[in-house]
């Protein structure tokens, strides 16, 4: 039977894949900054933002956002263009991973900020080092250094919403994370994608509503309504090409009033 097509919403997504019957992927630094420059070099060309990711050596995580539907295309290329490396490098042939990659729509804020922290504590969990920092296969080093940031990352939300603040970062990307929570959060996930899917793809509709008026207090009012609709502060902010921080101080000063 052939495989049904992903239905892929614009937003965030948590991607993870491992390697076919759980062989370890990474043999080497090598390897690692391999596929960093490539997941880097797709992301740019197909428009994608990466907001974290973490190398572990037989499998990796990521967490992605996308304007237009090309989520599977993007993964397609990168995963096939790093197992042509790996198997001429390491003379082997056939498949490299286990299958098509797992991914998990990011629903709420509440679970995009775990799963930023999750993504970033992978090497803790698997008690690899004692330290974020001592791990130099993921996203956090570059958070933390503030130098020679990938453009694939330069957009992330840590940067756009943290800048050069390391205490703030480090603060935020070592807080403690809940396993239940974010196992409960997954699942939610996957109950409201496909009923979320319609207004994520509806995005000219969107345009529409939060870009017909230049007037400061006006356009805060469509922030509000498109919110309440079920549009996320994400989505919103990604329209108006301001950050989703903003977005938030937006909605929150309106319950306030």
């Not at 939060?210 to 922030?223: D, M, P, S, W």
């Amino acid at each position: 039977m052939a495989r049904k097509p992903r239905i892929e919403a614009v937003g965030c997504y948590h991607i993870v894949n491992r390697g076919v019957e759980q062989r370890v992927v990474f043999e080497e630094a090598e390897d690692y900054e391999c596929f960093e420059e490539l997941m880097c070099f797709y992301a740019r060309s197909y428009g994608i933002t990466i907001h974290n990711y973490c190398l572990m050596s037989n499998h990796y995580h990521l967490l992605v956002e996308i304007e237009q539907p090309n989520l599977s295309r993007f993964m397609k290329q990168l995963g096939m263009s790093y197992s042509i490396y790996f198997n001429k490098k390491y003379k082997r042939s056939g498949h490299l991973w286990q299958g098509r990659f797992k991914s998990w729509y990011v629903a709420n804020e509440a679970y995009l900020y775990t799963l930023m922290i999750y993504i970033e504590q992978n090497p803790l969990k698997a008690k690899i080092v004692k330290d974020i920092a001592e791990y130099p296969y993921g996203s956090y080093n570059y958070f933390l250094n503030g130098k020679n940031i990938p453009e694939c990352l330069q957009q992330s939300w840590i940067i756009q919403n943290y800048k050069n603040d390391t205490e703030a970062i480090k603060a935020f990307l070592n807080s403690t994370v809940d396993s239940s929570q974010l196992d409960e959060m997954k699942k939610a996930s996957a109950l409201v994608e496909t009923s979320n899917t319609k207004k994520k793809l509806d995005i000219e509709k969107l345009k529409n509503q939060l870009l017909k008026t230049k007037e400061i207090k006006q356009r805060n009012k469509q922030i509000v309504k498109a919110y309440e609709k079920g549009y996320s502060q994400q989505m919103i902010a990604t329209v108006l090409g301001i950050t989703q921080q903003a977005v938030y101080g937006v909605i929150k000063r309106s319950r306030e009033l």
